[in-house]
């Protein structure tokens, strides 16, 4: 259940990273893949908790 709780922690603070971003903070190319790195963690976190509940 350890390993759970953990993703999950994981999950929301990705989670709020995203939406302290805002639409202009996507035309600085750093920030934009920095987004984009953050989605591809989430599904892999969401992948892994499926996998594991």
Excluded: C
Excluded at 6 to 35: F, H, I, Q, V
Aim: glycine share 4%; net charge negative.
């Amino acid at each position: 259940m350890g390993v759970l709780k953990r993703l999950l922690d994981n999950l929301l603070y990705y989670t709020s990273l995203l939406d302290g971003l805002k639409p202009e903070d996507l035309e600085d190319e750093y920030k934009y893949y920095a987004a984009l790195h953050l989605l591809q963690t989430q599904a892999q976190v969401l992948m892994d908790i499926f996998a594991r509940a």
